[in-house]
DNA sequence: GTAATTTCTTGAACTACTTCAAGAGTATTG
DNA sequence: CAATACTCTTGAAGTAGTTCAAGAAATTAC
Protein backbone atom coordinates (compact mmCIF):
# COMPACT_ATOMS: atom_id res chain seq x y z
CA UNK A 1 0.00 0.00 0.00
CA UNK A 2 2.88 2.81 1.09
CA UNK A 3 4.65 2.10 -2.47
CA UNK A 4 1.04 2.16 -4.49
CA UNK A 5 0.55 6.05 -2.51
CA UNK A 6 4.13 6.50 -3.61
CA UNK A 7 4.20 5.66 -7.20
CA UNK A 8 1.16 8.10 -8.03
CA UNK A 9 1.72 10.96 -4.96
CA UNK A 10 4.39 12.99 -3.21
CA UNK A 11 3.88 11.82 0.74
CA UNK A 12 5.90 12.90 3.60
CA UNK A 13 6.73 9.76 5.82
CA UNK A 14 4.50 11.24 8.37
CA UNK A 15 1.63 11.50 5.81
CA UNK A 16 2.13 8.20 4.74
CA UNK A 17 1.73 7.30 8.37
CA UNK A 18 -1.30 9.20 9.03
CA UNK A 19 -2.79 7.60 5.81
CA UNK A 20 -2.29 4.34 6.60
CA UNK A 21 -3.39 4.56 9.68
CA UNK A 22 -7.16 4.70 8.55
CA UNK A 23 -7.45 1.91 7.02
CA UNK A 24 -8.65 -1.37 8.58
CA UNK A 25 -7.83 -4.76 7.92
CA UNK A 26 -10.83 -7.10 6.82
CA UNK A 27 -10.66 -10.71 5.76
CA UNK A 28 -12.96 -12.55 3.48
CA UNK A 29 -13.96 -16.32 2.54
CA UNK A 30 -13.92 -17.07 -1.43
CA UNK A 31 -17.40 -16.57 -2.45
CA UNK A 32 -18.35 -14.35 0.11
CA UNK A 33 -19.78 -11.22 -0.62
CA UNK A 34 -18.19 -7.50 -0.13
CA UNK A 35 -20.60 -5.41 -1.91
CA UNK A 36 -23.68 -5.94 -2.89
CA UNK A 37 -26.52 -4.57 -5.38
CA UNK A 38 -29.08 -2.56 -3.06
CA UNK A 39 -26.58 -1.75 -0.19
CA UNK A 40 -24.52 1.18 0.37
CA UNK A 41 -21.22 0.87 -0.25
CA UNK A 42 -19.64 2.79 3.11
CA UNK A 43 -15.51 1.66 1.85
CA UNK A 44 -13.31 1.60 -0.78
CA UNK A 45 -11.01 -1.88 -0.47
CA UNK A 46 -7.32 -2.21 -1.15
CA UNK A 47 -6.52 -5.41 -1.87
CA UNK A 48 -3.47 -7.15 -0.63
CA UNK A 49 -3.95 -10.44 -0.98
CA UNK A 50 -6.42 -12.64 -3.35
CA UNK A 51 -8.99 -11.05 -5.99
CA UNK A 52 -12.47 -10.12 -6.63
CA UNK A 53 -15.00 -9.67 -9.53
CA UNK A 54 -17.75 -7.23 -10.01
CA UNK A 55 -20.83 -7.94 -11.96
CA UNK A 56 -24.20 -6.48 -12.68
CA UNK A 57 -27.52 -8.78 -12.66
CA UNK A 58 -29.90 -7.77 -15.89
CA UNK A 59 -33.54 -8.05 -15.98
CA UNK A 60 -33.52 -11.88 -17.08
CA UNK A 61 -31.29 -12.33 -13.86
CA UNK A 62 -27.72 -12.86 -15.79
CA UNK A 63 -24.67 -12.09 -14.21
CA UNK A 64 -22.16 -9.75 -16.37
CA UNK A 65 -18.69 -9.67 -15.04
CA UNK A 66 -17.39 -6.05 -15.40
CA UNK A 67 -14.16 -6.28 -13.57
CA UNK A 68 -11.66 -8.37 -12.08
CA UNK A 69 -9.36 -6.88 -9.10
CA UNK A 70 -6.09 -8.51 -8.07
CA UNK A 71 -3.59 -7.58 -5.53
CA UNK A 72 -2.33 -4.30 -5.13
CA UNK A 73 -5.87 -2.40 -7.09
CA UNK A 74 -8.17 -0.80 -5.54
CA UNK A 75 -12.24 -2.00 -5.97
CA UNK A 76 -15.54 -0.75 -4.84
CA UNK A 77 -18.73 0.89 -6.11
CA UNK A 78 -17.48 4.03 -6.72
CA UNK A 79 -20.81 5.48 -7.80
CA UNK A 80 -22.46 4.02 -4.17
CA UNK A 81 -19.50 5.70 -2.15
CA UNK A 82 -19.61 9.12 -3.12
CA UNK A 83 -23.20 9.59 -3.54
CA UNK A 84 -24.51 7.03 -0.35
CA UNK A 85 -26.90 5.69 -2.92
CA UNK A 86 -27.70 2.12 -3.64
CA UNK A 87 -24.67 0.29 -5.66
CA UNK A 88 -25.52 -1.18 -8.90
CA UNK A 89 -22.62 -3.61 -8.92
CA UNK A 90 -22.01 -6.83 -6.53
CA UNK A 91 -18.21 -7.65 -5.46
CA UNK A 92 -17.47 -11.14 -4.62
CA UNK A 93 -14.54 -12.65 -3.95
CA UNK A 94 -13.01 -15.39 -5.86
CA UNK A 95 -10.36 -16.45 -3.66
CA UNK A 96 -9.98 -16.39 -0.09
CA UNK A 97 -9.17 -12.11 0.46
CA UNK A 98 -7.36 -10.03 2.15
CA UNK A 99 -7.91 -5.95 2.13
CA UNK A 100 -7.57 -2.82 3.16
CA UNK A 101 -10.54 -1.06 3.98
CA UNK A 102 -11.29 2.86 4.33
CA UNK A 103 -14.86 4.24 5.52
CA UNK A 104 -16.44 7.18 3.56
CA UNK A 105 -15.56 9.28 6.92
CA UNK A 106 -12.26 8.60 7.15
CA UNK A 107 -11.83 9.15 3.21
CA UNK A 108 -12.89 12.60 3.35
CA UNK A 109 -11.32 12.95 6.57
CA UNK A 110 -7.74 12.56 4.50
CA UNK A 111 -9.09 13.98 1.66
CA UNK A 112 -9.45 17.43 3.78
CA UNK A 113 -5.80 17.06 5.56
CA UNK A 114 -3.55 15.37 3.23
CA UNK A 115 -3.35 17.44 -0.71
CA UNK A 116 -0.82 14.93 -1.43
CA UNK A 117 -3.97 12.03 -1.00
CA UNK A 118 -6.17 14.02 -3.28
CA UNK A 119 -3.48 14.13 -6.05
CA UNK A 120 -3.18 10.43 -5.39
CA UNK A 121 -6.84 9.61 -5.57
CA UNK A 122 -6.98 12.16 -8.59
CA UNK A 123 -4.50 9.95 -10.43
CA UNK A 124 -6.33 6.89 -10.05
CA UNK A 125 -9.27 7.82 -10.83
CA UNK A 126 -7.68 9.37 -13.82
CA UNK A 127 -6.03 6.46 -14.91
CA UNK A 128 -9.11 4.09 -14.41
CA UNK A 129 -11.11 6.61 -16.57
CA UNK A 130 -8.83 6.15 -19.22
CA UNK A 131 -8.37 2.31 -18.97
CA UNK A 132 -12.64 2.18 -19.26
CA UNK A 133 -12.11 4.48 -22.25
CA UNK A 134 -10.02 2.39 -23.87
CA UNK A 135 -11.94 -1.07 -22.80
CA UNK A 136 -15.25 0.46 -24.64
CA UNK A 137 -13.05 1.26 -27.82
CA UNK A 138 -12.24 -2.28 -28.15
CA UNK A 139 -15.61 -3.76 -27.77
CA UNK A 140 -16.97 -1.28 -30.39
CA UNK A 141 -13.85 -2.22 -32.87
CA UNK A 142 -13.04 -5.96 -31.48
CA UNK A 143 -14.90 -9.33 -32.19
CA UNK A 144 -15.22 -11.70 -29.29
CA UNK A 145 -12.54 -13.66 -30.92
CA UNK A 146 -10.24 -11.17 -30.98
CA UNK A 147 -10.81 -10.00 -27.40
CA UNK A 148 -10.10 -13.05 -26.56
CA UNK A 149 -6.79 -13.59 -28.83
CA UNK A 150 -5.88 -9.89 -26.80
CA UNK A 151 -6.80 -11.08 -23.19
CA UNK A 152 -4.86 -14.26 -23.25
CA UNK A 153 -1.65 -12.46 -24.93
CA UNK A 154 -1.35 -9.70 -22.97
CA UNK A 155 -2.86 -11.43 -19.33
CA UNK A 156 -2.08 -14.80 -19.43
CA UNK A 157 -2.13 -14.65 -15.81
CA UNK A 158 -5.85 -13.82 -15.19
CA UNK A 159 -6.68 -17.52 -17.31
CA UNK A 160 -4.83 -19.14 -14.28
CA UNK A 161 -7.35 -17.11 -11.68
CA UNK A 162 -10.08 -17.14 -13.29
CA UNK A 163 -12.69 -19.62 -14.79
CA UNK A 164 -13.66 -19.70 -18.26
CA UNK A 165 -16.95 -18.69 -17.36
CA UNK A 166 -16.18 -15.86 -15.68
CA UNK A 167 -14.12 -14.63 -18.29
CA UNK A 168 -16.56 -15.31 -20.86
CA UNK A 169 -18.85 -12.51 -18.83
CA UNK A 170 -16.10 -10.48 -19.05
CA UNK A 171 -15.78 -10.47 -22.50
CA UNK A 172 -19.46 -10.25 -23.17
CA UNK A 173 -19.62 -13.66 -24.36
CA UNK A 174 -21.47 -17.21 -23.57
CA UNK A 175 -19.28 -20.03 -21.88
CA UNK A 176 -20.16 -22.23 -24.93
CA UNK A 177 -19.36 -19.84 -27.34
CA UNK A 178 -15.52 -19.29 -25.77
CA UNK A 179 -14.94 -22.71 -25.49
CA UNK A 180 -15.73 -22.73 -29.33
CA UNK A 181 -12.91 -20.19 -29.39
CA UNK A 182 -10.43 -21.89 -27.38
CA UNK A 183 -10.67 -24.71 -30.01
CA UNK A 184 -10.19 -21.69 -32.93
CA UNK A 185 -6.67 -20.50 -31.33
CA UNK A 186 -5.40 -23.76 -30.38
CA UNK A 187 -5.41 -24.64 -34.11
CA UNK A 188 -3.52 -21.75 -34.71
CA UNK B 1 -16.81 27.66 -16.71
CA UNK B 2 -16.96 29.32 -13.76
CA UNK B 3 -20.15 28.02 -12.69
CA UNK B 4 -18.54 24.51 -14.06
CA UNK B 5 -16.02 24.84 -11.78
CA UNK B 6 -17.95 25.70 -8.52
CA UNK B 7 -20.37 22.99 -8.54
CA UNK B 8 -16.92 20.51 -8.66
CA UNK B 9 -15.16 22.08 -5.82
CA UNK B 10 -15.12 25.25 -3.64
CA UNK B 11 -13.05 28.29 -4.84
CA UNK B 12 -12.28 31.77 -3.76
CA UNK B 13 -13.08 34.58 -6.70
CA UNK B 14 -9.22 34.95 -7.01
CA UNK B 15 -9.09 31.74 -7.71
CA UNK B 16 -11.46 31.69 -10.21
CA UNK B 17 -9.90 34.48 -11.63
CA UNK B 18 -6.69 32.46 -11.36
CA UNK B 19 -7.73 29.39 -13.36
CA UNK B 20 -9.91 31.18 -15.92
CA UNK B 21 -6.76 33.45 -17.03
CA UNK B 22 -5.04 30.39 -18.35
CA UNK B 23 -7.53 29.33 -20.31
CA UNK B 24 -7.42 30.59 -23.96
CA UNK B 25 -10.51 30.79 -25.91
CA UNK B 26 -10.17 28.99 -29.84
CA UNK B 27 -12.80 28.63 -32.10
CA UNK B 28 -13.14 25.70 -34.92
CA UNK B 29 -15.27 25.39 -38.01
CA UNK B 30 -17.47 22.36 -38.69
CA UNK B 31 -15.21 19.12 -39.25
CA UNK B 32 -12.39 20.75 -37.85
CA UNK B 33 -9.84 18.30 -36.53
CA UNK B 34 -9.22 19.15 -32.72
CA UNK B 35 -7.29 15.94 -32.06
CA UNK B 36 -5.62 13.92 -34.39
CA UNK B 37 -4.30 10.44 -34.12
CA UNK B 38 -0.69 10.06 -33.65
CA UNK B 39 0.16 13.41 -32.86
CA UNK B 40 0.62 14.91 -29.43
CA UNK B 41 -2.32 16.03 -27.46
CA UNK B 42 -1.28 19.23 -25.85
CA UNK B 43 -4.43 20.74 -24.30
CA UNK B 44 -7.80 19.75 -22.84
CA UNK B 45 -10.72 21.73 -24.31
CA UNK B 46 -14.45 22.87 -22.39
CA UNK B 47 -16.39 23.80 -24.75
CA UNK B 48 -18.80 26.61 -24.69
CA UNK B 49 -20.54 26.43 -27.87
CA UNK B 50 -20.65 23.58 -30.40
CA UNK B 51 -20.42 19.93 -29.95
CA UNK B 52 -17.79 17.28 -30.89
CA UNK B 53 -17.16 13.13 -31.42
CA UNK B 54 -14.27 11.25 -30.08
CA UNK B 55 -13.68 8.60 -32.87
CA UNK B 56 -11.05 5.81 -33.19
CA UNK B 57 -10.21 4.05 -36.79
CA UNK B 58 -9.58 0.31 -36.61
CA UNK B 59 -7.54 -2.00 -38.68
CA UNK B 60 -9.67 -1.84 -41.52
CA UNK B 61 -10.16 1.50 -41.72
CA UNK B 62 -13.67 1.80 -40.18
CA UNK B 63 -14.53 4.72 -37.17
CA UNK B 64 -15.93 3.89 -34.28
CA UNK B 65 -17.33 6.41 -31.79
CA UNK B 66 -16.35 7.02 -28.51
CA UNK B 67 -18.33 9.72 -27.57
CA UNK B 68 -20.16 13.05 -27.81
CA UNK B 69 -19.26 16.46 -25.93
CA UNK B 70 -21.58 19.53 -25.99
CA UNK B 71 -21.88 22.55 -24.35
CA UNK B 72 -20.34 22.95 -21.00
CA UNK B 73 -18.36 19.61 -20.93
CA UNK B 74 -14.72 19.01 -20.95
CA UNK B 75 -12.93 16.84 -23.76
CA UNK B 76 -9.52 15.99 -24.82
CA UNK B 77 -7.18 12.86 -25.06
CA UNK B 78 -6.23 12.50 -21.67
CA UNK B 79 -4.12 9.46 -21.52
CA UNK B 80 -2.14 11.59 -24.68
CA UNK B 81 -2.49 14.61 -22.45
CA UNK B 82 -1.22 13.57 -19.15
CA UNK B 83 2.01 10.95 -20.55
CA UNK B 84 3.00 13.01 -23.79
CA UNK B 85 2.38 10.09 -25.94
CA UNK B 86 0.46 9.73 -28.98
CA UNK B 87 -3.37 10.16 -29.51
CA UNK B 88 -5.26 6.89 -29.81
CA UNK B 89 -8.59 9.12 -30.51
CA UNK B 90 -9.76 11.52 -33.08
CA UNK B 91 -11.90 14.78 -31.75
CA UNK B 92 -13.52 16.74 -34.78
CA UNK B 93 -16.07 19.49 -34.53
CA UNK B 94 -19.53 18.46 -35.40
CA UNK B 95 -20.86 21.92 -35.83
CA UNK B 96 -18.88 25.19 -35.64
CA UNK B 97 -16.84 24.78 -32.01
CA UNK B 98 -15.56 27.55 -29.61
CA UNK B 99 -13.75 25.88 -26.71
CA UNK B 100 -11.52 27.23 -23.61
CA UNK B 101 -8.66 25.53 -23.71
CA UNK B 102 -5.80 24.65 -21.69
CA UNK B 103 -2.25 24.06 -22.19
CA UNK B 104 -0.58 21.09 -19.69
CA UNK B 105 1.73 23.64 -18.92
CA UNK B 106 -0.82 26.00 -17.74
CA UNK B 107 -3.02 22.65 -16.15
CA UNK B 108 -0.06 21.51 -14.08
CA UNK B 109 0.69 25.04 -13.11
CA UNK B 110 -2.71 25.29 -11.91
CA UNK B 111 -2.76 21.92 -9.85
CA UNK B 112 0.49 23.21 -7.81
CA UNK B 113 -1.16 26.34 -6.85
CA UNK B 114 -4.63 25.79 -6.51
CA UNK B 115 -5.36 22.88 -4.35
CA UNK B 116 -9.47 23.53 -4.92
CA UNK B 117 -8.12 22.91 -8.83
CA UNK B 118 -7.47 19.19 -8.02
CA UNK B 119 -10.26 18.33 -6.03
CA UNK B 120 -11.92 19.63 -8.97
CA UNK B 121 -10.26 17.47 -11.52
CA UNK B 122 -10.23 14.53 -9.34
CA UNK B 123 -14.44 14.60 -9.06
CA UNK B 124 -14.57 15.15 -13.13
CA UNK B 125 -12.71 12.35 -13.42
CA UNK B 126 -14.69 10.24 -10.95
CA UNK B 127 -17.47 10.88 -12.39
CA UNK B 128 -16.01 10.07 -15.94
CA UNK B 129 -14.73 6.95 -14.69
CA UNK B 130 -18.22 6.06 -12.84
CA UNK B 131 -20.19 6.88 -15.97
CA UNK B 132 -18.08 4.90 -18.26
CA UNK B 133 -18.23 1.78 -16.08
CA UNK B 134 -21.84 2.41 -16.61
CA UNK B 135 -21.65 2.22 -20.32
CA UNK B 136 -19.68 -1.09 -20.18
CA UNK B 137 -22.23 -2.58 -17.82
CA UNK B 138 -24.88 -1.74 -19.99
CA UNK B 139 -22.78 -2.75 -23.39
CA UNK B 140 -22.79 -6.01 -21.51
CA UNK B 141 -26.44 -6.36 -20.85
CA UNK B 142 -28.66 -4.38 -23.30
CA UNK B 143 -28.85 -5.54 -27.15
CA UNK B 144 -28.64 -2.81 -29.79
CA UNK B 145 -32.10 -2.31 -29.53
CA UNK B 146 -32.20 -1.84 -25.77
CA UNK B 147 -29.37 0.82 -26.39
CA UNK B 148 -30.87 2.50 -29.14
CA UNK B 149 -34.21 2.63 -26.99
CA UNK B 150 -32.65 4.19 -23.94
CA UNK B 151 -30.21 6.44 -25.92
CA UNK B 152 -34.07 8.21 -27.20
CA UNK B 153 -35.80 8.14 -24.25
CA UNK B 154 -32.92 9.35 -21.91
CA UNK B 155 -31.09 12.00 -24.34
CA UNK B 156 -33.81 12.78 -27.26
CA UNK B 157 -31.68 16.10 -27.66
CA UNK B 158 -28.95 14.24 -28.61
CA UNK B 159 -30.47 13.29 -31.77
CA UNK B 160 -31.57 16.81 -32.96
CA UNK B 161 -27.86 17.11 -33.06
CA UNK B 162 -26.09 13.87 -34.60
CA UNK B 163 -26.68 12.15 -37.81
CA UNK B 164 -27.72 8.62 -37.05
CA UNK B 165 -24.64 7.64 -38.87
CA UNK B 166 -23.00 8.77 -35.79
CA UNK B 167 -25.54 7.34 -33.37
CA UNK B 168 -25.52 4.12 -35.27
CA UNK B 169 -21.31 3.81 -34.91
CA UNK B 170 -21.35 4.85 -31.34
CA UNK B 171 -23.97 2.51 -30.18
CA UNK B 172 -21.29 -0.32 -32.08
CA UNK B 173 -24.30 -1.33 -34.99
CA UNK B 174 -24.09 -0.05 -38.57
CA UNK B 175 -26.64 2.41 -39.72
CA UNK B 176 -28.04 -0.13 -42.00
CA UNK B 177 -29.24 -1.83 -38.85
CA UNK B 178 -30.26 1.55 -37.01
CA UNK B 179 -32.81 2.33 -39.83
CA UNK B 180 -34.34 -1.42 -39.48
CA UNK B 181 -34.48 -0.19 -35.24
CA UNK B 182 -35.83 2.82 -36.10
CA UNK B 183 -39.27 1.34 -38.33
CA UNK B 184 -39.47 -1.45 -35.36
CA UNK B 185 -39.32 1.02 -32.60
CA UNK B 186 -41.66 3.68 -34.67
CA UNK B 187 -44.39 0.74 -34.56
CA UNK B 188 -44.46 0.36 -30.79
C1' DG C 1 -30.29 26.96 -57.82
C1' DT C 2 -28.52 23.05 -59.74
C1' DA C 3 -24.66 19.66 -59.32
C1' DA C 4 -22.30 16.98 -56.16
C1' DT C 5 -21.89 14.74 -52.04
C1' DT C 6 -23.56 12.65 -48.03
C1' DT C 7 -27.22 10.46 -45.26
C1' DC C 8 -30.79 7.33 -44.77
C1' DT C 9 -33.50 3.31 -46.29
C1' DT C 10 -34.61 -1.36 -48.33
C1' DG C 11 -33.86 -6.12 -49.32
C1' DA C 12 -31.30 -10.49 -49.84
C1' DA C 13 -27.58 -13.32 -48.48
C1' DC C 14 -24.37 -14.05 -44.85
C1' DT C 15 -21.73 -14.49 -40.18
C1' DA C 16 -20.93 -14.12 -35.27
C1' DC C 17 -22.88 -15.44 -31.53
C1' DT C 18 -26.83 -17.58 -28.63
C1' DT C 19 -29.87 -21.09 -26.90
C1' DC C 20 -30.93 -25.50 -25.41
C1' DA C 21 -29.89 -30.10 -24.24
C1' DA C 22 -26.83 -33.53 -22.93
C1' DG C 23 -22.45 -35.66 -21.48
C1' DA C 24 -17.60 -35.64 -19.61
C1' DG C 25 -14.43 -33.68 -16.52
C1' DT C 26 -13.18 -31.38 -12.22
C1' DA C 27 -13.83 -29.42 -7.63
C1' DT C 28 -16.24 -29.22 -3.28
C1' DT C 29 -18.63 -31.13 0.55
C1' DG C 30 -19.97 -34.01 4.28
C1' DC D 1 -14.27 -41.31 -0.74
C1' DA D 2 -18.75 -41.19 -2.44
C1' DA D 3 -22.23 -37.79 -3.51
C1' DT D 4 -23.10 -33.44 -5.24
C1' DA D 5 -22.46 -29.63 -7.67
C1' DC D 6 -20.11 -26.79 -10.69
C1' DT D 7 -17.29 -26.16 -15.11
C1' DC D 8 -16.24 -27.08 -19.64
C1' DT D 9 -17.31 -29.10 -24.21
C1' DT D 10 -20.10 -30.60 -28.34
C1' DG D 11 -23.66 -30.22 -31.71
C1' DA D 12 -27.90 -28.61 -33.91
C1' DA D 13 -31.07 -24.98 -34.64
C1' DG D 14 -32.04 -20.19 -34.10
C1' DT D 15 -31.39 -14.89 -33.85
C1' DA D 16 -29.14 -10.37 -33.80
C1' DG D 17 -26.62 -7.84 -36.43
C1' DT D 18 -23.49 -7.38 -40.92
C1' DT D 19 -22.42 -6.84 -45.75
C1' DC D 20 -23.20 -5.39 -50.26
C1' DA D 21 -25.65 -3.05 -53.72
C1' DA D 22 -28.77 0.25 -55.15
C1' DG D 23 -32.13 4.03 -54.80
C1' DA D 24 -34.41 8.08 -52.39
C1' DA D 25 -33.93 12.04 -49.52
C1' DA D 26 -31.45 15.62 -47.57
C1' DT D 27 -27.29 18.77 -47.24
C1' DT D 28 -23.49 21.11 -48.98
C1' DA D 29 -21.00 23.66 -52.40
C1' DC D 30 -20.06 26.47 -56.28
Redesign the pocket.
Known amino acids: MKSHLLTYSDFTEEEIAQVLYHFEEKRFK??DFIIRTGQIDRYQYFISHGCVRGYIVDY?G?EHNIAFRFEEFWFGDMESFTNNTKAHYNYQALEDLTVLAISKTNWDKISNEIPAFVEYSRNLFRNAMISQQNRIAKHLM??????YEQLITEHPHVLQR???????SYL????????????KVAKK
Open positions: KKNKQTAEQRISLKNIAGVTPEFISILRK
